[in-house]
């Protein structure tokens, strides 16, 4: 009698142990749930600062109109009455070595 209280027992077990590790809710889930949660939170922490960074804008955008000039003449070229603008245009990098066409020939 004794023996088949054991071995009951000991079926228990095994099958508790196997739904532990393996079952729905087991442990593998329960480690890919926690690496989920980690993953979004820091998806989460990303978005905040960037929502954080747009409310700045859109606070300096409307009670400042330095900061309005500053982006129309950044984004859009703008430019007020009076002023003159000057474009620098810079060569490029090979330009500086490369000789000017018809000075190098040697002709």
């Known amino acids: 009698m004794l023996r088949w ?14 739904k ?4 729905s ?7 890919a749930l926690r690496t989920a949660v980690q993953k979004q939170a ?4 990303r978005l905040v600062q960037r929502n954080q960074a747009l409310a700045a804008d ?8 330095q900061a309005v000039e500053a982006r129309a003449r950044a984004e859009l070229g ?5 002023e003159t603008f000057y474009q620098v245009v810079e060569q490029p990098a090979g330009a500086a070595s490369a ?3 018809g000075n190098g020939g040697g002709h």
């Open 42 to 45: 820091g998806e989460n922490d």
């Open 99 to 101: 000789p000017a066409p």
């Open 78 to 82: 703008l430019i007020k009455p009076g």
């Open 25 to 31: 809710g087991g442990m593998h889930e329960v480690q």
């Open 20 to 23: 532990l590790w393996a079952g």
């Open 5 to 18: 209280i054991a071995l009951i027992l000991l079926v228990i077990l095994i099958g508790l142990q196997l």
């Open 58 to 65: 859109v606070s300096d955008l409307k009670h400042g109109e």
